[in-house]
């Protein structure tokens, strides 16, 4: 698989012709419906998006939404029969639930890629839906056909040597297979690629390569929405910030207030009392302890034996 991109990074530059398919606006979509070959339909209250155009070899179809990529020559194909991209089912659908979305199909003679475009950055389902309806299931030459494929997600491989037929047990019979994935810069890619395996003749030599009847895209995250009253990162981390200042200085006001306030209106009212002090002669002091008779010393202090 070989993809090039402009090297030139001006926004001027088409998001088709640079790396990654760059959001030019603020993502905003975060589920994708595409009936692929198909028209328009509502399956299940979802509405799936057409996918009709039918070019040639190398074509690219860009929407709001999606593109898709298509490119490959059918080998040996000398004319005498049109190249089908956006084959009708040749075999009889069986009786199964929304057979809409596997009555029609978008192939490609080598690589087919869809980009879900401008999408929010997060973790997505996605279902890819598939119907063999290019062979048949009864004796005739066409229902020897045989289809072979690798599918990628986001450059990962998901399906190797993918056989449709095979995996529905049958054609005409739709399946789906589901896959998570992760969005990290607004781009989803689901590739399609045909490494030569398979029949490539039966019944016609068009009739070979990926093919993929409706792929489904849906967030496993709660998205934005337009209209939302919700604040931005930034705004929160503001709110946080302004919060915890506010909080700080009313413990720093509470802290002032309670212990530095309190400490000097104790400190007044020390200052305010008016300490008494006399003085006593050696005679007084005698006469009072009695001659410092051991019978009235109380203790001992830092300068002596103290007394009653």
């Not at 509405?47 to 990529?69: H, I, P, Q, T």
């Not at 979305?101 to 879900?116: P, V």
């Not at 003749?201 to 919700?230: C, H, M, Q």
């Not at 700080?248 to 009212?269: Q, S």
Request: charged share 20%; with cysteine.
């Amino acid at each position: 698989m070989l993809a090039s991109y402009s090297s030139v990074q001006d926004k001027l530059i088409r998001p088709c012709l640079r790396k990654g398919f760059p959001c030019p606006v603020e993502p905003k979509n975060y589920k994708l419906f595409i009936n692929c070959g198909g028209r328009k339909i509502t399956i299940d209250g979802e509405e799936y998006e057409e996918d009709l155009v039918g070019k040639g070899s190398s074509m690219f179809d860009e929407r709001e939404k999606w593109a898709v990529s298509s490119t490959g020559t059918f080998m040996d194909n000398n004319g005498t029969l049109r190249d089908i991209y956006v084959p009708r089912s040749m075999s009889n659908l069986l009786a199964q639930k929304n057979i809409e979305l596997y009555s029609t199909a978008r192939a490609s003679a080598m690589s087919l890629s869809y980009y879900g475009l401008c999408l929010q950055n997060g973790s997505y389902t996605v279902d890819l839906h598939f119907a063999e309806i290019q062979f048949t299931d009864d004796h005739t030459f066409s229902s020897l056909g045989k289809r072979i494929f690798d599918v990628y997600i986001q450059g990962k491989k998901v399906l190797t040597d993918f056989n449709i037929r095979t995996e529905a047990k049958g054609p005409g019979i739709g399946i789906n297979r589901t896959f998570t994935t992760d969005v990290t810069d607004h781009t989803l890619e689901i590739h399609f690629y045909w490494a030569g395996k398979g029949t490539t003749s039966i019944p016609w030599r068009s009739f070979y390569g990926p093919l993929v009847s409706a792929i489904r895209v849906t967030p496993n995250f709660i998205p934005e929405i337009d209209g939302d009253d919700k604040f931005s990162t930034g705004a929160i981390v503001g709110i946080v910030v302004c919060s915890s200042f506010v909080v700080f200085l009313i413990l720093a006001l509470l802290y002032m207030n309670c212990y530095l306030g309190g400490n000097d209106k104790e400190n007044k009212e020390l200052r305010s009392l008016e300490l008494q002090t006399s003085y006593f002669s050696l005679k007084q002091i005698k006469a009072a302890t009695k001659n410092f008779d051991p019978a009235n010393m109380i203790g001992e202090g830092g300068f002596g034996p103290v007394y009653k």
